[in-house]
């Protein structure tokens, strides 16, 4: 039997962990894959990249570009050229972009540049925000597409008013709840909350790295402001991402960090680590995507200091709410989520830990010749 040949590439840590199950599902499969991975190295450092490849047990790539840290557009020729090089080499039946970021981009722009087919993981989401690159990734990539992987019926909505025909897509859940299934006792067991000395409950956990909120000195003070005036009611726990670091000492903002013993400020931190903090925190505050996810699946509250998302099922179904970058308002809705007025959330159907094994179910019966 002559495997059919697929690659997949990723670049950055969210992409990372929606495809840790592939090579599981591939190997459990009646069809032969050769299954090859593309690592752009858009998330170049060791906290953000290699570390998360080495605990989820994921394939070790077989092409790492290590594209150059420059300015974006340059990274995206970079990118684009790159991936095109390995696809001339490698010839496959199908390419799969995952998520909307940079590389996502790229590596459609490639595929599509030489006929070749392309899925796209996470396909049909939408902020209807045109100031995120994100958005402007996602919809470039839809529109190329040959199949589509849908993770909530959002996505599916909207690709039908996009035209989409309805046999290209295929609606298997969300991959990034595999990586939650699969490593669940893992997370469990991390034991950050003892090397952090906070106990379960008693703490917020905050991310924030969009352009809109720490790109400017405004905001970014007033997010700092706030999270003193959270300290007076929980711990705060607060992975810096790089960018929002380059920030604060861009703007000389460190010294409310500094000055506050009731924050504890963390660089980047491997994945068990990260989910164990989700999992046993009051609230999560955000600008992330995918933190909307994994807050919805633990039912944990999730202020996600943003103006729209593309994930309505985290808000419509789950526990995640979006809120403007307000302190009075920001402030007033901890306290109710700390006296426990919140409503009852549920997970999303498809989110069960089986969306890979359904991709999979989906390429044995695809005939990439033909599609």
Known sequence: MIPKKIVVVVGTRPNFIKVTQLEKEFKKSTQAFEYILIHTGQHFDNKMSSVFFEQLQLKSPDYNLAVKETDRQKKIVEMQ????????KEKPELLIVVGDVDST????????????????????????????????????????????????????????????????MHFVGNTMIDTLVAFDQKIKEDKVLQTLNIQPGEYALMTMHRPQNVDNKESLELILNLISKITEKLKLVIPIHPRTR??????????????????????????????????NAKLV????????????????????????????????????????????????????????????????????GKATQRIVEVLEKLHFASS
């Open 285 to 352: 505050i955000t600008d992330s995507g995918g933190i909307q996810e994994e807050t919805t699946f633990r039912k944990v509250p999730c202020l996600t200091i943003r103006d729209n998302t593309e994930r309505p099922s985290t808000i419509d179904l789950g526990s995640n709410e979006l809120m403007e970058l307000n302190e009075n308002a920001i402030l007033s809705r901890i306290e109710s989520i700390l006296s426990d007025n919140t409503e009852e959330s549920s997970i999303p159907p498809l989110w069960d």
């Open 246 to 279: 380059k920030q604060i000492e861009y703007f000389e903002l460190q010294s409310i960090i500094d000055n506050n013993d009731r924050i504890i400020e963390l660089e980047p931190i491997d994945y068990f680590a990260f989910q164990n903090l989700i999992l």
């Open 105 to 168: 981009y790229s590596a459609a722009m490639a595929a599509k540049e030489l006929n070749i087919k392309i899925a796209h993981l996470e396909s049909g989401l939408r902020s209807f925000d045109n100031r995120m690159p994100e958005e402007i990734n996602r919809i470039a990539v839809d529109k190329i597409s040959d199949h589509f992987f849908i993770t909530e019926k959002s996505g599916e909505e909207n690709l039908l008013k996009d035209g989409v025909a309805s046999e290209k």
């Open 81 to 88: 050229n790159g991936i095109k090089e390995v696809l001339i």
